[in-house]
């Protein structure tokens, strides 16, 4: 019989994946910053890439996009995440309800105070579609926050919901929307394909460190 104090990473090795894709994502967000800031090689690259990807035009294309944009705003984030943390409440999940809350409110921070930190300029007025935001570049405000929110709402669809088949399509309808809000700000022209990449490196991170703190501070309040 093997000894009950056996750590339980090795019986169950989700813990440590976490660990190491986190570490991954950081490092990811870390190399890019460096390149974006460091070499102007790579800087052009992203700048030749996310061109291409504004030069896809079409009427109905620009208005989605405009729509997945307004979606990611810092006010319908706002909104969405007090709607959210208010109906786990009223479900008796107090713990889901902290954990959509302090991710988002604590992703938001850290992302504005890299914006302040990098300083990376916006793509210039003529290849935007909307009025550009007085904001630094990187990373996007908009990737990250829907990330940080859709991100999280997968992970409670997939904990909390009984049908599978919701589980499957609450997971393909948040990353679509996380993935949509993100890559409207690169074609309607705010915003560069490395803002984005950076945003969704530091929103994973941010996500499994999050859901780390919520599985621990849940499994010690069912075991004490």
Not at 56 to 62: A, R
Not at 80 to 106: C, D, F, N, P, Y
Not at 142 to 167: D, P, Q
Not at 168 to 187: H, N, P
Request: charged fraction near 10%; aromatic fraction near 10%.
């Amino acid at each position: 019989m093997r000894p009950s104090s056996t750590h339980p990473w090795s019986r169950d090795p989700t813990p440590g994946i976490a660990v190491v894709v986190t570490g991954i994502a950081l490092a990811g967000f870390f190399v890019l910053t460096a390149a974006l800031l460091f070499f102007p090689a790579f800087q052009d690259v992203d700048a030749r890439i996310s061109q291409a990807m504004r030069g896809v035009g079409g009427p109905v294309l620009e208005a989605l996009a405009r729509g997945l944009s307004l979606l990611g705003s810092g006010w319908v984030m706002a909104a969405l995440t007090v709607l959210g943390s208010v109906w786990l409440l009223v479900l008796g999940r107090r713990g889901e309800a902290v954990l959509l809350a302090a991710t988002m409110a604590l992703g938001t921070l850290a992302g504005n105070a890299l914006k302040a930190l990098v300083e990376r300029a916006r793509p210039g007025l003529e290849v935007a579609r909307i009025p550009v935001p007085e904001s630094y570049s990187f990373p996007s405000g908009h990737a990250l926050a829907a990330l940080l929110f859709f991100g999280t709402a997968a992970f409670l669809f997939f904990v909390l919901a009984r049908s599978v088949r919701v589980k499957i399509w609450a997971l393909l309808a948040c990353w679509a929307l996380a993935f949509g809000v993100a890559i409207s700000r690169v074609y309607l022209g705010v915003h560069y394909l490395g803002d984005i990449i950076a945003s969704w490196m530091l929103g994973c991170a941010f996500i499994l460190v999050a859901i780390g703190l919520y599985v621990s501070w849940v499994t010690r309040d069912r075991t004490a």
